[in-house]
């Protein structure tokens, strides 16, 4: 029922965040003093080749970044049924503004709403003052939720225990993960995400592999083209992933996950076989440090990403190894400030000279 040690047990062929050698990804300094480092892990995939790797091949959950492979589970029959974008809200993470919730319920019969079991939440985003009554359709999963139910109707799938792994639904997500990472392979665990689905321990690389396949099978069906025909629907207002798909005219598909993942699926020339390349936050959700990170792979790509939001007097500064070396040159040409952003955080005289 409860965890043995409050030092964490070790479990043969599970590596902890202790074990792994993390790498620093970018730090935050203040007039050239380092306040806050980063430490993560990058994989960049062409196709099923993992051709860069820093900061260690993680194990991690995959969470709500894995959201456009399991939709694949039901594309057939929600294709036939929904719009384009109720299709967007399936597989978003979103903020629970009135147009998310409007989405996520259009998906099932107002009578079908009791199935719909999301844990209560309030919006993720809330300007001003503001006191909510925490409701299952706030929930950023209420979406996926939702389409998950109606698929499940429309295969003739059980909607009762739809929460748990031995539901038809799992297992059919798992020959997806399967299409891209071989038929032989299985999750070294299942957990309980946060909305309460099964998700699937993966590591760094192989869900970069899976991010290269969705570029690769972009056309297969409507997920690609519905994330891009309503980007703000993914996440919401000043969301990274929102704001890649606008920025990258149809060239990157973007999900956030849990935890400090994000995931790019991104259709490029040089990459005929789908690059996906993955970033994973080693202590959690930072949303900018991940926003200067996006920028900077994407940056060396030819695809522009504009700053997040500037820091309070510190500069953020890249470490190189987030790109392969080839890019080490257009990395340099990626600057993490903006004309408007000066280094406020320095004197304008030399304060030596009044010690």
Not at 238 to 245: A, E, G, K, Q, W
Not at 257 to 273: S, T, V
Request: glycine share 10%; net charge negative.
């Amino acid at each position: 029922m409860y965890p043995r040690s409050p030092l964490g047990e070790r479990v043969e062929g599970i590596p902890t965040g202790r074990d792994v050698e993390w790498e620093p990804l970018i730090d935050f300094r203040r007039n050239g003093v380092s306040e806050t480092t980063i430490h993560g892990a990058v994989a960049w995939a062409h196709g099923n080749e993992i051709f860069h790797s820093f900061g260690g091949n993680v194990l991690c959950y995959g969470r709500s970044m894995m959201k456009p492979l399991m939709m694949k589970v039901f594309t057939d029959e929600l294709g036939k049924e929904l719009d384009w974008e109720q299709r967007a809200i399936a597989v978003a993470s979103h903020n629970g503004d009135a147009a998310h919730v409007s989405a996520a319920q259009s998906i099932l019969a107002a009578e079908d709403w009791g199935l719909m079991q999301t844990p209560l939440d309030v919006p993720l985003v809330q300007f001003g003052r503001q006191v909510r009554r925490p409701r299952r359709w706030f929930h950023t999963c209420s979406g996926e939720h939702a389409a998950l139910l109606r698929g499940s109707q429309l295969k003739g799938w059980e909607e009762v225990g739809y929460l748990l792994p031995q539901h038809p639904f799992f297992k059919a997500y798992l020959k997806q993960a399967q299409r891209y990472l071989g038929n032989d392979w299985r999750p070294l665990r299942i957990a309980r995400d946060g909305c309460g689905l099964p998700t699937m321990s993966n590591t760094v690389g192989e869900l970069a592999k899976i991010y290269a396949g969705l570029v690769r099978d972009k056309n297969e069906d409507w997920i690609w083209p519905a994330m891009f025909k309503h980007p703000d629907l993914v996440g919401g207002f000043n969301r990274l992933d929102s704001t890649i798909l606008k920025s990258s005219d149809g060239r990157v598909m973007a999900k956030e996950g849990a935890d400090g993942l994000l995931g790019m699926a991104i259709d490029h020339p040089d990459y005929p076989k789908g690059l996906g390349v993955v970033i994973k936050i080693a202590h959690g959700w930072n949303s900018q440090a991940t926003w200067y990170l996006a920028r900077a792979v994407l940056g060396v790509l030819g695809i522009e990403l504009r700053n997040p939001y500037a820091l309070h007097r510190q500069k953020a500064f890249l470490v190189p190894g987030v790109v392969p070396e080839e890019y080490l040159g257009e990395l340099e040409q990626v600057p993490t400030w903006d004309e408007w952003d000066p280094d406020t955080e320095r004197y304008d005289f030399d304060w030596e000279d009044y010690l």
